[in-house]
């Protein structure tokens, strides 16, 4: 135990200074900014991308949300209960005086599997509504479904259906994708994530506020639980979308004098 708490101090120097470095890089992909608000489309029965458009956007904003508040997952497995919310660990040990694991190494591509699946029965059902609005206007019809991709960009998040449509009423209009897009920083509060994450794995914590020097526009909040885990909050002040998520990392036992290791 004793090696254990030295090796921590010894490496503190050495981590401020790697510190910096994880910090300067996540700043290459961190761009906080004012995502735009609504996008402000009307149900357009004319136009078969507007209609998609109006018909899944609550859909996906819904899904963005609720992975957002569940550490990236829309039925967390391996969760902590947090003001009501069951809470994803993405780095976890269930041991004292180590250093955690890694839950989920490549969260970015989870985050748009989960999103995925959670938006694929009403794509679904938005397309079958499309069908039948056309057919009702003397349209024939030819719809092929597709795949469904998402993905997470610096400041927004696709949606891809793979769709292929084919509208004939004298003249022939023929749509192979549709293309819904979504101003949104789950990208870049995804990567301060794992620039977090790096630091539970090496030191057990993390130092949150270089990150909000950096970024004037990110609130992070550690928040220590009685077992040793934290929850971190990393919110947008600019619209106030959030990516939480849980780790446990370098606790002592009871009675030692402190839930979790202190790196700073």
Known sequence: MGDFVNRKRGQVTIFIIIAIVIVGIAALIFFLSSPGGETGTDLDEDNPQGFIQFCLEEEIDNAIEKVSLQGGSINPEHSILYNDSE?????????????????????????????????????????????????????????????????LLPERVIVGLDYDLTLTKGDVERFDSFDIVLNNNLYELTSIANSIIE??????????????????????????????????????????????????????????????????
Not at 100 to 121: G, P, T, Y
Not at 212 to 231: A, C, F, P
């Open 87 to 151: 809470i994803e660990y993405l780095c976890f040990t269930g041991e004292f005086y180590r250093t955690c694991v890694v839950q989920q190494s490549l969260l970015k591509e989870h985050i748009e599997s989960e999103i995925e699946n959670e938006i694929r029965d009403e794509v679904v059902n938005c397309f079958a509504q499309m069908e039948q609005v056309f057919s009702n206007q003397g349209f024939n019809v030819e719809l092929t479904s597709g795949r469904t991709r998402v993905e």
């Open 199 to 264: 630091w539970e794995t090496s030191l057990g914590d993390a130092e949150t506020t270089i990150y909000m020097t950096y970024y004037s526009d990110l609130k992070v909040e550690k928040k220590k639980q009685q077992d040793g885990s934290t929850i971190y909050i990393l919110t947008d002040r600019n619209d106030g979308s959030k990516f939480q998520f849980a780790s446990r990392s370098g606790v002592f036992p009871p009675g030692y004098g402190s839930t979790g290791v202190s790196a700073i």
